[in-house]
């Protein structure tokens, strides 16, 4: 769908920017959509996940995000190309629908708005386990069970959202500004105990421990490759500035400036901080489950850190679940205005805000946090799991749009972008490529493998939903496939 058959279908909400054919107010401005960028690159994935990844692999892991890290420039290169081809909000789907199919757009709406519901549950429930830290010995109100505090993040995150998105933009600005912050302090702080020695790991720290502690493969490359999927589950969420192309105040501009942030994003935030950590560190100190940040800063002797690293990863897991409140109202929205979705979820508030889709996946996101509660074992673990293959799902169809369009605008069918993806299409081919490895190695991993048994699943009962649609409105727009 084009942004002038967006317009024909607006629901007359008169406050909206007239610029603006979607109806939302462009309130996002460069400082915002910059840390949003940023932030998206930095979740518990690392803070939390690294662990793992380290007791797998060793210093090698390292490597394996700094290649994961190429191949999401690439994929955010693509979207870059697409954006400034059409800067729409719910891209994801939109350009699916228009250059694969209405069933794939549809697809891939209604599982990227999956992949945030799922997300932010699992987000708000670690942010309230994170609470345990300082609330489990405290006296009267502050010692509450864990799902009291799921409620509480749950319910104002929400209203947040339904202020205005100009809230929203502030609290990702501020959310991001923290996990920054930590990132670049910890880098510091390595950085002094390897040139001036001080702290209890002073004596031992020094860059060779990258290879001194069995090798920079310690355990093969094979490990290093089953790491991958903890690697690109770090990333997920990187494309979320592609959702804020709608609500940008200048995306011919902004958009590209925060998309060619990524490569040093990812070196700085992953690759350099792994560097410093595990050269202060040896590998073979950290554990599954147990922060990397926390346990360099025990070794160092600084206790603080650790209150300061549970505090850090409190803010990810809240940014991540802000992310999912926002991006969730306007990926059903955005499924309504094209006749795949239900009609209720096209209205907008004064502000320009998606109220009933925000309020539907705020509810759904309730009901998770009802589940862990009652069933905190296997069963909800098991639909966590799903999140990353539906994330990567988004990635997969960037990257087919991408090539579809650039095929296009080379035989002069569509305009050329301002942003093209280097490479042209021989890059996205190449990712492609490597999600599809990443997917092997997700059905290797017996961990992993039940996300790959949930995705059929999903996606029968997404191919039923469609054909119970189109048969209400078979010559609908929304089920005709454009030339």
């Known amino acids: 769908m084009t942004s002038v058959q967006v317009d024909k279908q607006h629901d007359g909400n008169e406050a909206a920017d007239p610029a603006d054919g979607e109806g939302y107010h462009r309130a996002l401005g460069a400082r915002q959509i910059q840390m949003i960028a940023i932030g998206g690159a930095i979740g518990t994935g690392l803070f939390l996940g690294a662990g793992k990844g380290i007791s797998k692999a060793g210093p090698s892991l390292i490597l394996a995000y700094a290649i994961a890290g190429l191949v999401i420039f690439f994929i955010m290169r693509a979207l870059g190309e697409l954006l400034m081809y059409r800067p729409v909000s719910g891209s994801f789907s939109e350009y699916a629908r228009e250059f694969i199919g209405p069933f794939w757009g549809f697809v891939t ?24 830290y300082w609330t489990k010995n405290a006296d009267g109100w502050l010692n509450q069970p864990q799902w009291v505090f799921a409620l509480i993040f749950t319910v104002v995150l929400f209203l947040a959202n339904l202020i205005s998105v100009k809230l929203f933009g502030e609290l990702e600005f501020w959310f991001s500004m923290v996990k920054v912050t930590a990132i670049v302090g910890m880098i510091l702080i390595c950085a002094g105990v390897l040139t001036v020695g001080f702290s209890d790991a002073g004596d031992t720290a020094s860059i060779t421990l990258l290879w001194s502690e069995g090798g920079f493969f310690p355990k093969g490359i094979g490990s290093t490759l089953m790491t991958l999927q903890m690697v690109m589950f770090a990333f997920l969420a990187v494309e979320l500035v592609g959702v804020t192309a709608g609500e940008s105040k200048d995306p011919k501009t902004v958009l590209p400036k925060a998309i060619n942030t990524v490569p040093w994003r990812i070196a700085v935030f992953y690759v350099g901080a792994l560097i410093m950590i595990l050269s202060v560190v040896p590998w073979t100190h950290f554990q599954p489950g147990v922060s990397p940040f926390v346990a360099a800063f025990e070794k160092m002797g600084l206790g603080i850190g650790a209150a300061i690293v549970n505090f850090v990863v ?42 009933v889709g925000t309020s539907f996946s705020a509810g759904l996101m309730m009901v998770g946090v009802w589940i862990n509660y009652q069933w905190p074992g296997d069963a909800f673990n098991y639909v966590v799991s799903f999140a990353t293959i539906s994330g990567m799902w988004a990635w997969i169809m960037i990257l087919v749009c991408q090539v579809r369009f650039r095929l296009k605008a080379d035989r002069g069918e569509l305009p050329q972008s301002s942003f093209k993806a280097p490479g042209g299409i021989w890059l996205s081919l190449f990712s492609l490529a490597f999600i599809g490895m990443v997917i092997v190695m997700m059905g290797i991993d017996k961990d992993a493998r039940i996300s790959l048994y949930c995705a059929p699943l999903w996606g029968l009962i997404l191919g039923v939903a469609y054909l119970v649609l189109k048969a209400r409105n078979p010559q609908g727009a929304a089920f005709v496939k454009r030339s």
């Open 109 to 132: 709406g209604w599982t990227y708005w999956l992949f945030w519901v799922v997300t932010g549950i699992t987000e708000v429930t670690a942010a309230s386990a994170y609470m345990q």
């Open 314 to 355: 409190l803010t990810a897991a809240l940014s991540s679940c802000n992310s999912g409140m926002y991006s969730t109202g306007r990926m059903l929205r955005d499924l309504a205005l094209n006749g795949q979705g239900p009609k209720f979820f096209t209205k907008l508030t004064k502000n320009g805000l998606p109220l």
